[in-house]
Every structure is written in C-alpha cells, then in structure tokens.
C-alpha cells in the first residue's frame, strides 16, 4: 500500500490508480520499452523501472510548495548541444552540435526522417535526459545545473508533455485522468475544478465522465493535452501528437495546439511527420542526421 507523506507523493492503490504499476509488453523490443519508460516518466515525474521493465516499481515524487506567479516566458537556448548513445564502434550521435534559439510564445514544429534526432531533442528540452554535451537553458534554467528536485519541478511545473500514445490510464475517466497530473505537483488547488476547466478548455465538458474506451482516438489526445494543460506549462512538447490520428482528426489537435499558443500563450514545440498541416508555426526546425539543417535561430 503506498502511502501519501507531505514531501513526497506516492500513491494509494485505494484510488484507482493501480494502473500506474506501469505494465509493460514483454514482447515489445527493447527500444519500443525504453521509449515507453521515458515518455510515462515525463508524465509521472519519477518512475523507476525494475531491470526488467516488469511492473512499476517504485514512485516517488518531489513536490513542493505551491508556486506563487508563473513563469513570464519560456525561451529555449541550446548551445553546441551533442548527444551520444553508446559508445566506441556502436555509437550514435543523436544530436551533433546544435545550437537553437526558441522564443517565447513560438510555435515550432521539427521535422526530420526517422531517426533523425527528433525525439532526443525534445528529451533535452523537458528535461527528461541530462547526459548530453554543450549547454541548455529552458525557461531560465540551465538544465544540468538542476538538483534531481529542481529539475523534477522544472517538469512538472513548466513543461507538458504529449505524446502519440495518449497515455490515459484506462479504469480512470476523463477527468480522473487529468486530476491524476495533480498528484506530481504538490499544488493545494481543487483538483476537481481544475480538471474541470482544462477539460472544457480542450472541447471535452461533456465527456468528462467517460472512460477513455468510450472516447475517439483524437477525444483521447485532447485528454492528453488538457493533463499537459493541468500545471499551467510555460512550455508544451508534443512527441508527434497526431501520429495515431486521421488526417482530419490531426488537423483539429493542431488547431487546439494553435489556440493554445495564440490564445493562452503558451509555447509549443511539436515534433511532427506532417510537415503540411503545421501550417501555422511561426517556425519550422528541421533535423537531419543530428544536425539542425534549417530554422535554427528563433
Ligand atoms: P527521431 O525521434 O527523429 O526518430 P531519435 O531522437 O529517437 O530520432 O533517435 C535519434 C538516433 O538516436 C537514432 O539513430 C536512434 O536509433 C538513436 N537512439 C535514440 N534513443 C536511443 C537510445 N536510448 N539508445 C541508443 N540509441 C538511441
Ligand atoms: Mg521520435
């Protein structure tokens, strides 16, 4: 039974929230696994994964006390960024030498091939990977100058994640899914309530009560996106949002993302296949090879 202490957050299978013992496909490759495990710890915070990527085993969670003003702007500066996976003959360079400038209130799509550097980008600029060379400065922090408590925070607070698997826990509704972004901040706030607007926000007031099987793959996405919205991000990285989604479908989460950036000013750096239908960024990043080939400076 896990418990709930002042400091730190750990979950009450009382609550339904179970499901967080993150059950992972055996047969799944190890890439597939490894990706999974990082993007459910951009949305839990902290998780730690037994060697066996078997079930959660462990969550603990920093918060802390409630922030007083929100963050003015979200600029991201990376400098000579390189990152490596591996070692010697089997090396590979993810990210070589990037440097990229995002202002805030900047829409930015990245684009790239496969393999590209893409998701590593984006890695960094949540603050989900700390191991690269060179310098990254989102939201006023340099990242790897960040405590493991700082830069939980720094997640939890200034970034949302989205992904292109939704990630909603299944036995949890709409609204139980999105108050669950609540347990990772440490914020007193009703959580209730605040579900509640991130929700009527994403254009779903009137299917909070359902379960995601009982919702469309894009009604799942903005799910995702009004969990994301939860801690009020200065910052919004989308993980090729509308990957799993119609081409009609895509075209309304992006026009959501496009609200949300114009309207609430947030900035949004959406990693994405569909070059053409990111017709409204203010910016388009392309990769290649590692490489930022086109659209560096903000
Ligand atoms: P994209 O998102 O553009 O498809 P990624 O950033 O996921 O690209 O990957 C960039 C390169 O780094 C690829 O060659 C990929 O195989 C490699 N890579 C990504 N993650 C890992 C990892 N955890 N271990 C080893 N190599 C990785
Ligand atoms: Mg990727």
């Given at each position: 039974?896990w418990?709930?202490?002042?400091?730190?957050?750990?979950?009450?299978?009382?609550?339904?929230?179970?499901?967080?013992?993150?059950?992972?496909?055996?047969?799944?490759?190890p890439?597939a696994r490894?990706?999974r495990s990082?993007?459910?710890?951009a949305?839990?915070?902290r998780?730690?994964?037994p060697p066996?990527?078997?079930?959660?085993?462990a969550?603990?969670v920093?918060?802390s006390?409630?922030r007083?003003?929100?963050?003015?702007?979200a600029?991201?500066?990376?400098?000579?960024?390189s990152?490596?996976?591996?070692s010697?003959?089997g090396a590979?360079?993810?990210?070589?030498?990037?440097?990229?400038?995002?202002?805030a209130?900047?829409f930015?799509k990245?684009?790239?091939t496969?393999g590209?550097g893409?998701?590593t980008l984006?890695?960094i600029?949540?603050g989900?990977?700390t191991?690269?060379?060179g310098?990254a400065?989102v939201?006023g922090?340099?990242?790897?100058a960040?405590?493991d408590?700082?830069?939980?925070r720094?997640?939890n607070?200034?970034?949302?994640f989205?992904?292109?698997?939704f990630?909603?826990l299944?036995?949890?509704d709409?609204?139980q899914?999105?108050a669950l972004?609540?347990?990772?901040s440490?914020?007193?706030?009703?959580?209730?309530?605040?579900?509640?607007?991130?929700?009527a926000?994403?254009?779903?007031?009137d299917k909070m009560?359902?379960?995601?099987?009982?919702?469309?793959?894009g009604?799942?996405q903005?799910?995702?996106?009004?969990?994301?919205?939860?801690?009020?991000p200065?910052?919004?990285l989308?993980d090729?949002?509308t990957?799993?989604?119609?081409?009609?479908?895509?075209?309304q989460?992006?026009?959501?993302?496009?609200?949300?950036?114009?309207?609430?000013g947030i900035?949004v750096?959406?990693v994405t296949?569909e070059d053409?239908?990111?017709?409204?960024?203010?910016r388009?990043?392309?990769?290649e090879?590692?490489?930022?080939?086109?659209?560096r400076?903000?």
């Amino acid at each position: 039974m896990w418990t709930i202490s002042a400091s730190r957050l750990i979950l009450r299978r009382s609550e339904g929230l179970r499901a967080l013992w993150w059950k992972d496909n055996s047969r799944a490759s190890p890439a597939a696994r490894t990706k999974r495990s990082t993007e459910f710890f951009a949305l839990s915070n902290r998780v730690v994964f037994p060697p066996s990527y078997g079930m959660l085993s462990a969550m603990g969670v920093v918060s802390s006390r409630v922030r007083k003003s929100k963050i003015a702007s979200a600029v991201v500066r990376l400098e000579n960024v390189s990152r490596v996976y591996g070692s010697g003959g089997g090396a590979t360079h993810a990210l070589r030498d990037v440097t990229l400038d995002i202002g805030a209130g900047a829409f930015v799509k990245v684009v790239g091939t496969s393999g590209s550097g893409k998701t590593t980008l984006l890695n960094i600029i949540g603050g989900l990977d700390t191991s690269y060379a060179g310098r990254a400065v989102v939201a006023g922090r340099d990242l790897r100058a960040l405590n493991d408590k700082a830069l939980s925070r720094f997640r939890n607070r200034t970034v949302g994640f989205v992904f292109q698997h939704f990630h909603l826990l299944d036995h949890l509704d709409a609204l139980q899914n999105v108050a669950l972004a609540s347990f990772f901040s440490g914020r007193e706030e009703d959580s209730r309530q605040r579900a509640e607007e991130v929700l009527a926000r994403v254009g779903l007031k009137d299917k909070m009560r359902q379960l995601p099987g009982q919702l469309s793959g894009g009604q799942k996405q903005r799910v995702a996106i009004a969990r994301a919205l939860y801690n009020r991000p200065a910052l919004i990285l989308a993980d090729e949002p509308t990957g799993n989604l119609d081409t009609r479908t895509s075209g309304q989460i992006i026009g959501l993302f496009e609200r949300l950036n114009a309207e609430d000013g947030i900035t949004v750096v959406a990693v994405t296949h569909e070059d053409h239908l990111f017709r409204r960024a203010t910016r388009g990043v392309r990769l290649e090879d590692g490489r930022v080939v086109e659209g560096r400076e903000a």
